[in-house]
């Protein structure tokens, strides 16, 4: 199955229209999408002698690119390109819900989300044919083999976004979000939610831990229902409903692509609250203009982690739980960050901040991160702090030693019997409010000989360098309205 892939990339690499891995990836996504869905409706059609798809039928699959039963009357070249760019693309972006049933309308929506802003970046037909060839040649999901296998590999797919661009920013090692959902706990009949879901890294280990409680078929429905994710940009969430489907989410419709920021915070109701919040909002992110207005004023920013930990804290059900990834940034900023984290310590438990080393997100960022654990509906009244450390034989994360699931065993034998350590330890919350709510707080287990990372001193540069001209203008803006008062 790694071969197949790696052949895949090789083919879709000599073609002119396919310039670099994002859109290689895209490229693989949109395909990999269909020929999957395909499968799954052969399977829906067994166990459903009256299942309609809501694909027309000479668009479906099986009716264009499965050559060995097609033979000479499979599209190529010219009249592939053609079918898909004019004909199968144009449909599925355009697909018109009121004109399917009930049972047809969720699958449609799904379809049409998936393809309305992917493209067909491929300009050889010969070339396209020979990729949708090996696709169909190597794998068949309804096969239960390659159905194991391919979980493996499409995370591997996946890892590959790190080395793609900014697309990077799209994809959470595993080894973080195993453990984020680890600690969470997540229960049968419980709702979990990603508001920036990406490739759906957090929601996918959400739903395998679901799966693992479910012993009936009503059960496992229930663990399917439960999964929710938003994805405003088009590749991670095409990524994210395959990913669904690959790890048995057949119709994964609760995966909208949306942006959860444009929807003033005041419109959410206790219906879109959820037990359960993981994610990982893109950090570094600025919003576009008029975003941040469908925000109370004291919480006004373009900052995207920001406005996320402002909505998580609203999207969650009071005695819900949460883990959410950001920068050191957030934790040591001040203005709009000190109050947001003011609420933050008032209206939930901040139990746990759990700080990550340089490197876990190498090479889209080499950013200090954290994993802030809390829980909503009482305040915090103290704060436990774990430096997690490197391996003893790493220096740094990379490509070729990426972080391990077996690095937080320390983490996970110590959550529920806390104990000081040279790893671990605890600050009242008395503390953090004379401190500025500052979260920042060095581990003061470990001496003072070690120097600050210079990126974290750039940005507190950075930040303070801002609030100068911040001051500086309301200066001037003074001093121009008591002149013209003169």
Request: net charge negative; proline share 6%; aromatic share 8%.
């Amino acid at each position: 199955m790694s071969a197949t892939i790696k052949a895949l990339q090789d083919i879709m690499r000599r073609d002119a229209g396919i310039d670099g891995d994002a859109q290689r990836i895209g490229q693989l996504g949109w395909l990999l999408f269909l020929k999957i869905y395909s499968d799954l409706e052969i399977e829906a059609e067994l166990d459903d002698v009256n299942y309609e798809s809501p694909i027309p039928p000479e668009l479906r699959w099986d009716a264009w690119a499965d050559a060995e039963t097609l033979g000479k009357d499979a599209p190529t070249g010219d009249a592939l390109l053609d079918l898909v760019n004019n004909q199968l693309f144009p449909t599925l972006k355009n697909l018109d819900l009121d004109t399917l049933t009930n049972k047809q309308r969720s699958r449609g929506a799904l379809l049409r989300a998936a393809f309305e802003d992917a493209y067909n970046y491929m300009k050889s037909g010969t070339l396209l044919r020979q990729v949708v060839n090996k696709i169909n040649q190597d794998i068949d999901f309804n096969d239960t083999k390659t159905r194991h296998l391919f979980g493996d590999i499409y995370e591997q797919i996946l890892k590959g976004l790190q080395s793609a661009g900014n697309a990077g920013e799209f994809y959470t090692p595993r080894a973080v979000t195993q453990f984020a959902v680890d600690m969470i706990d997540p229960q049968l009949g419980e709702t979990a939610l990603d508001p920036a879901v990406g490739t759906g890294g957090f929601i996918t280990a959400v739903y395998e831990r679901l799966k693992q409680q479910a012993s009936t078929p009503a059960e496992l429905a229930l663990a399917k229902e439960s999964i929710h994710g938003v994805e405003k940009k088009a590749l991670p969430h095409l990524l994210c409903v395959t990913n669904m489907m690959v790890h048995g989410i057949e119709n994964p419709s609760n995966i909208r692509h949306d942006n959860t920021l444009a929807r003033p915070l005041r419109d959410y109701t206790t219906k879109d609250q959820v037990h359960i919040v993981v994610t990982n909002p893109p950090f570094g992110g600025i919003e576009e203009d008029g975003i941040e207005t469908n925000f109370p004023a004291a919480f006004r920013t373009r900052e995207t982690a920001d406005l996320f930990l402002v909505l998580v804290m609203e999207l969650l059900k009071p005695g819900g739980r949460a883990a959410v990834v950001l920068p050191d940034g957030t934790l040591f900023g001040e203005g709009i960050k000190t109050r947001i984290k003011k609420k933050l310590l008032e209206e939930c438990n901040l139990h746990t901040i759990v700080r990550l080393p340089k490197g876990v997100f190498a090479p889209y960022t080499t950013i200090k991160t954290n994993i802030l654990f809390f829980n909503k509906g009482e305040p915090t009244k103290e704060t436990w702090f774990y430096e997690h450390p490197y391996p003893d034989d790493y220096k740094s994360y990379s490509k070729t030693k990426p972080m391990r699931i077996e690095e937080f065993t320390a983490e996970k034998a110590w959550w529920n019997a806390r104990e000081e350590n040279p790893q671990s330890w605890k600050v009242p919350v008395e503390d953090i409010a004379a401190g500025g709510y500052n979260l920042d707080i060095a581990n003061p287990n470990v001496g003072d000989d070690k120097h600050e990372d210079p990126e974290v001193l750039f940005q507190r540069y950075a930040e303070a360098r801002d609030n100068v001209e911040v001051a500086r203008e309301a200066l001037r803006a003074a001093l121009a309205e008591a002149l013209l008062r003169r």
